[in-house]
């Protein structure tokens, strides 16, 4: 059996973080490393989607609720205006294989963010 994710050990209260929004199956917290004036993760509770391929075939409902926590989120602590980021697979960049969606915002333009 593999190793409880992050954010299944920050949901679980293993690792310290605060809880900026959330619905019965989704969670929100600051991204510890913002790339945005705000960067903000929105989490499935479920761990069992490794990416947002593997969640949208499996769980469409579930990506809807992720979705919908963003807009919220991003209308609390952002102008409403917001990117939503999914990373999918090591060469894109993502790093913790429990899927979740990079919600940016604050004054970004076209372009900015790239590498």
Do not use: C, W
């Amino acid at each position: 059996m593999s190793e409880p994710s992050i954010f299944t050990r920050i949901l679980e209260g293993e690792i310290p973080s605060e809880i900026i929004a959330e619905t019965e199956n989704v969670f929100a917290i600051r991204d510890i490393a913002p790339k945005a004036p705000v960067h903000l993760l929105v989490i499935p509770k479920d761990p069992q989607y490794r990416n947002v391929v593997e969640l949208a075939a499996g769980d469409p409902a579930l990506l809807t609720e992720m979705v919908g926590l963003a807009n919220t989120v991003a209308a609390e602590y952002g102008d409403g205006d917001f990117r939503l980021v999914f990373n999918t697979g090591e060469g894109a960049g993502q790093t913790v294989f429990h899927v979740h969606a990079h919600v940016l915002a604050g004054g970004l333009t076209e372009g900015s963010l790239g590498g």
